[in-house]
């Protein structure tokens, strides 16, 4: 609190207000004739934000009664990239404080120079719905500022009915917080694609189903419409998507528009909670349920709460491009990821930002925690297409719950693409009866030291692969696909352990990398 007031006196605010002639077109669409229109500026300087400052600023605004839009814009000397200052909007329900989490009505980050809402709709990223009177909050957020500080003009249209009853035509959008049940959707599994590849999981009643986990539209900073990913979807072979705009919930209704009339491909809710300090995303969100993304860089404590609102909402949460490069998105929160179900650890094209984020999760491992390793396209527009990568899931149905709880138990493997390589990756043990065939998340439970034997089968890879045998952060096996059936490897398992798979090319690229099955050897007293 003692920062946000900090900050909030160290921001000069000028207003300028009066009859500034508004046109009649604001954002292309037509305003009505009976509606009265008026437009302020403000000016605002930032500061830099000190170590311990708040990254956001509030700009108060008063809105009348019988307001029926509100139109925004702003700009700012970006200075050669040295500012970049995002924007979003809370209405009266807000306090301006960064811990509110109340009156939230969308975020654009840095796309968009101006945006609108109304009852009836609003601009990508934002909530349309009622327009209360009283003070409403624009939020910008410091992303980047120059040592000199910069100064941001905003302009501020409120568009009134002075003739309009109180006939609201559409109740102000209630985003939900953690308290929210997850309602997950469950669709059946008539009419779907058949895959040229084993599709079983051996002895589970489980089979593998093609997705991607994070992807964004124009609701965010993404050129993809939502139809448009689907079809894209549709062609690439997925079964499943999740949507995850950064800090929004505004294409939550999009999505449940599709889903009310489709159920192949399965468009699920996410947000890519996106702060100073690293991003994370929420899968399986409840309709119209928005996670607060104003914590700290570094802010441990700050990063569980959003883990915990994830998990209260039914959703899982992910650690993102952990060691990606661009400012704000490399994780700073490393305690957290105790929290966490799953780590992005093939983020688009493989490369040297993955590996770092593949020895992370590995490091993770040997410390004995269980944690899903996931990878995604993190597309933004078809350049970047996506399922490239692809996550599978083992599932029983294609549903968001089974989806869910495959992903949290780690049953998932990884490949550069939907349709190659195919990789099957399960054991036997010996003497452990209450199971014949383990695959990837499974635990082994062994009563003493035993013999495993490890059953590899792979197909569509190149000529050059390889394939790495790795338990317990060592490289144990290293060897060629086999190009006609099954490699079986016999392992002595003295000790708790984990193995999992990587297939690389000649030049190490990454083509494909299992989860673990873990090994526990029952200690005797
Ligand atoms: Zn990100
Ligand atoms: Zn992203």
């Known amino acids: 609190m003692t920062i946000v007031t900090r900050f909030a006196f160290s921001a000069l605010i000028c207003c300028f207000q009066g009859a500034v002639s508004a046109p009649n077109m604001v954002l292309g669409i037509p305003r009505p004739m009976n509606v009265q229109a008026r437009t302020f500026e403000r000016a605002v300087h930032l500061a830099p934000p000190g170590t311990h400052d708040s990254r956001y600023a509030y700009v108060p605004f008063d809105v009348p009664q019988h307001t029926a839009r509100i139109s925004i814009s702003y700009k700012y000397e970006r200075d050669n990239g040295a500012n970049t200052i995002d924007i979003g909007l809370f209405d009266t329900r807000s306090t301006g404080s960064d811990s509110d989490p109340r009156g939230f009505r969308g975020w654009s980050g840095g796309r968009r120079s101006e945006f609108f809402v109304s009852r009836e709709e609003a601009t990508p990223g934002y909530l349309p719905g009622e327009l209360p009177a009283g003070t409403w909050r624009i939020i910008l957020g410091l992303y980047r500022v120059a040592p000199t500080g910069v100064d941001v003009s905003l302009k501020i249209g409120i568009d009134t009915e002075e003739n309009r009853s109180s006939s609201p035509t559409r109740v102000p959008p209630k985003t939900k917080m953690s308290s929210a049940r997850g309602t997950p959707g469950s669709v059946a599994e008539s009419g779907l694609r058949q895959a040229s590849f084993p599709q079983k999981v051996t002895g589970h009643g489980l089979r593998w189903w093609l997705g991607d986990l994070h992807m964004h539209t124009v609701h965010s900073d993404g050129d993809w ?70 914590v700290h860089p570094g802010d441990i404590a700050g990063m569980s709460k959003i883990a915990a609102q994830a998990h209260r909402s039914g959703a899982l ?149 390889r394939i790495s045998l790795i338990s317990n952060g060592q490289v144990i096996r290293n060897f060629s696909p086999k190009t006609d059936g099954q490699q079986v490897i016999e392992i002595k398992c003295r000790h708790d352990a984990y193995f999992r798979l990587e297939v690389r090319d000649g030049t190490k690229v990454m083509l494909a990398l299992t989860n673990p099955i873990y090994v526990k050897i029952r200690k005797h007293r």
């Open 225 to 294: 419409t939502i139809p448009g990913l689907i079809s894209s979807a549709r062609n690439n072979g997925l079964d499943f998507i999740f949507i995850t705009d950064h800090n929004t919930a505004s294409h939550h209704t999009e999505i449940d528009q599709f889903r009310a009339v489709s159920k192949q491909p399965l468009v699920l809710r996410g947000e890519e909670i996106t702060t100073y300090g690293g991003h994370t995303n929420a899968w399986g969100l409840p309709s119209a349920t928005w996670i607060d993304f104003r």
């Open 317 to 465: 949460i992910s650690i993102n491009h952990p060691f990606a490069s661009c400012g704000g998105c490399a994780w700073s929160y490393d305690a957290a990821a105790r929290g966490f179900d799953a780590i992005e650890v093939w983020n688009g094209a493989w490369d040297q930002t993955d590996e770092q984020a593949l020895t992370m999760w590995d490091k993770i491992l040997q410390s004995g925690r269980h944690i899903t390793a996931i990878a995604s396209s993190d597309s933004h527009r078809p350049a970047n297409p996506i399922g490239q990568p692809t996550t599978h899931v083992a599932a029983v149905e294609l549903s968001q719950r089974a989806l869910l709880d495959a992903i949290r138990q780690g049953r998932v493997y990884l490949t550069s693409e939907a349709a190659r390589p195919v990789v099957s990756f399960e054991a036997e043990a010996t003497t452990s009866k209450s199971r014949s065939r383990w695959a990837v998340g499974d635990e082994i439970r062994l009563k003493a030291p035993d013999t495993i034997h490890l059953f590899i089968t792979t197909e569509a890879t190149p000529p050059d692969a």
